[in-house]
């Protein structure tokens, strides 16, 4: 089975800040990484697909990259609306996916 | 626009099942497939298994199997996940999903399920 981990597990920013987070599958994945923003009583919300792709509608201050078993997601400046949890997702082996443990955002 | 609506939330006794249900409206149904992801409290996301209506064959998460049915119903546009032999770990939010082949674009709000004694 392939493995997901993502670094940091938690980060706090200030307002305006550029964040990164990093994904790392146990093998080559390709693109096939998806990222999703959760917050707490809501649906999680798809906001990058295939690595890099923006989804419709979603702020463009977000950001995907990578192929093969390492992946960066980037919030350019980072908004208090944006506090949430973020995670990775690979479908290299669809239909099954497999989620990233996720990471914690919050404002300093 | 295409929308889920899962069932109510439960509360389930260790040892018995839950059966949730995710209805979706628009031109949706026969051509995506349909993933059930749940949330443990303090726990991140974790996807169970999925189903593609059209061809009725389900795919479940290693960890599940065994435990797990997901079934759909094309004439209502129904999916169901039912969750057998219940123990407390299995408290959590779960949620249906629209996968668009690769990338789940659309969720339902999430059913709530405690198992307690």
């Known amino acids: 089975d392939i493995q997901m981990t993502q670094s940091p597990s938690s980060l706090s920013a200030s307002v305006g800040d550029r964040v990164t987070i990093t994904c790392q599958a146990s093998?080559?994945?390709?693109?096939?990484l998806n990222w999703y923003q959760h917050k707490p009583g809501k649906a999680p919300k798809l906001l990058i697909y295939?690595?890099?792709n923006l989804e419709t509608g979603v702020p463009s201050r977000f950001s995907g990259s990578g192929s093969g078993t390492n992946f960066t997601f980037t919030i350019s400046s980072l908004q208090p609306e944006d506090i949430a949890t973020y995670y990775c997702?690979?479908?290299?082996?669809?239909?099954?996916?497999?989620f990233g443990p996720g990471t914690q955002v919050d404002i300093k | 626009q295409v929308q889920l609506v899962q069932s109510g939330a439960e509360v389930k006794k260790p040892g018995s099942s839950v059966k949730v249900s995710c209805k979706a409206s628009?031109?949706?149904?026969?051509?995506?497939?349909f993933n059930w992801v749940r949330q443990a409290p303090g726990q991140g996301l974790e996807w169970m298994g999925g189903?593609?209506?059209?061809?009725?064959?389900?795919n479940y998460a290693q960890k599940f199997h065994g435990r797990v049915t997901i079934t759909a119903d094309i004439y209502t546009s129904t999916v169901y996940m039912e969750l057998r032999s219940l123990r407390s770990e299995d408290t959590a939010v779960y949620y249906c999903?629209?996968?668009?082949?690769?990338?789940?674009?659309?969720w339902g709000k999430g059913t709530t399920v405690t198992v307690s004694s």
């Open positions: 628009g031109d949706t149904f026969k051509n995506d497939a």
């Open positions: 295939d690595a890099s």
């Open positions: 999903a629209r996968a668009k082949i690769s990338h789940m674009d659309v």
């Open positions: 093998q080559d994945i390709n693109n096939y």
């Open positions: 189903i593609f209506p059209l061809f009725e064959t389900p």
């Open positions: 997702q690979q479908y290299d082996n669809l239909p099954t996916f497999t």
